[in-house]
T-cell receptor, first 118, second 111 residues
């Protein structure tokens, strides 16, 4: 089993509030990710990090921000929550290796945070 | 855009082998095929991956055709707990090997 944790698991909050979703992993993985997933829909990458002090935006535009001060910790922050931010947020970390010209990477996911903004 | 094509849904009887197909006709020579599954909107779970040889682990087998344009995930003895959405993903060398998630196949195991 992967050792990756997300808190809170569920969050109901009012519009305009600042929220931080926590993600931590104990596997020593350098690469970490945040995905957003609406019910029954595909996962969309919103942020990722190659390691400490590295943050990149994903394919889906997001009003959230992330930070990576420690290897094991990758929090996601919404400065002002809106109903359009209601979704499930999934954190992942990965171990990867290069073999010739190929790069293989296995992602391990946390249980997710279900966010409801009223 | 996802680089794979999967059926939207499939049924399988409990105890039988579940064979999930995936087409990836544009796969490049250095791109891996990955399979993940997601149960009840939990975080996705890694199952298996391969490059060109068939692979087997404690969860499943992965059969990749010789031309690498398609693959099949095999769950040898499906149980009710295998009901999930199964994602076939090709890591994209065009986008720094990020995983591009599609809609997957909803597999329903019936008693």
């Amino acid at each position: 089993e992967a050792d990756i944790y997300q808190t809170p698991r569920y969050l109901v909050i009012g519009t305009g509030k600042k929220i931080t979703l926590e993600c931590s992993q104990t596997m020593g993985h350098d690469k970490m990710y945040w995905y957003q997933q609406d019910p029954g829909m595909e996962l969309h990458l919103i942020h990722y990090s190659y390691g400490v002090n590295s943050t990149e935006k994903g394919d889906l535009s997001s009003e959230s921000t992330v930070s990576r001060i420690r290897t094991e910790h990758f929090p996601l922050t919404l400065e002002s929550a809106r109903p359009s931010h209601t979704s499930q947020y999934l954190c992942a970390s990965s171990e990867w290796g290069a073999s010739g010209r190929s790069l293989q990477e296995t992602q391990y996911f946390g249980p997710g945070t279900r966010l409801l903004v009223l | 855009d996802a680089k794979t094509t999967q059926p939207t849904s499939m049924d399988c009887a409990e105890g039988r082998a579940a064979n999930l197909p995936c087409n990836h006709s544009t796969i490049s020579g250095n791109e891996y095929v990955y399979w993940y599954r997601q149960i009840h909107s939990q975080g996705p779970q890694y199952i298996i991956h391969g490059l060109k040889n068939n692979e087997t682990n404690e969860m499943a087998s992965l059969i990749i055709t010789e031309d690498r344009k398609s693959s099949t995930l095999i769950l040898p003895h499906a149980t009710l707990r295998d009901t999930a959405v199964y994602y076939c993903i090709v890591s994209s060398s065009d986008s720094n090997y990020q995983l591009i998630w599609g809609a997957g196949t909803k597999l329903i195991i019936k008693p």
